[in-house]
């Protein structure tokens, strides 16, 4: 592919994948603090936008991002390499990524995983931080149908821990975002999480312009 073909289609795909997440979310919330510089992150996978969530987080940081994607999908998908997927074959490269200030995504689980704790992990993730010598920073992931019509997606940034450390690290991670979300209000966002994107919340029942002309034509 030309250098000019890629200049344009980056941002493109860029653009695409950034309307998604507006119009497919009602926003993306976030606790703790996302890192800067070079990091391996290390999240759980519990559905199709997750992907998407740390890219959108990476690009308002302007913060160079590759994630590591199964070869199959990637095959499926190869417009994502543009974007920054890799497959598992490029572990060296996505190292040397990680040294030169990018976040390297690498989803343990190795696959999109039903809800819950999470599952068994690899220990690609791991060892991309050992031979790159940046953090390992576990992440923890849920988008989920609370009090709107479109699903609320929820990011929390766990803090560096050793490759041994992950599985019981990111296992607590998810559960005490899911405590959370079960303790909060469900027409609020849990304590602690900060907007950083604003999509589709506009509920059918809110009074909203529609909804007001509706009231004085109907004398409500």
Known sequence: ??????????PMLRRSIRSQVRQGLSGVWVRGQP????VILAPNHPSWWDGYLLAELAWQ????LRIM????QLAMFPFLSLLGARPPTELRALARDAQTGAWVTVFPEGEIRPFGPPGALHGGAGWLA?????PLCPVALRVVM?????????????TPCAGAELPGRLQALVAAQDADLRQADVGQPPAGYLCRVRGQ?????????PVQLLRRLGGW
Do not use: K
């Open 1 to 10: 592919m030309s250098r000019l073909m890629h200049a344009w289609m980056g």
């Open 35 to 38: 890192p800067a510089g070079g």
């Open 61 to 64: 940081q302007a913060q160079p």
């Open 69 to 72: 994607m199964e070869a199959g």
């Open 130 to 134: 050992r031979i790159s010598g940046v």
């Open 146 to 158: 609370r009090g709107a019509p479109v699903p609320e997606a929820y990011v929390r940034f766990g």
């Open 201 to 209: 919340n506009t509920r059918p029942d809110q009074d909203t312009r």
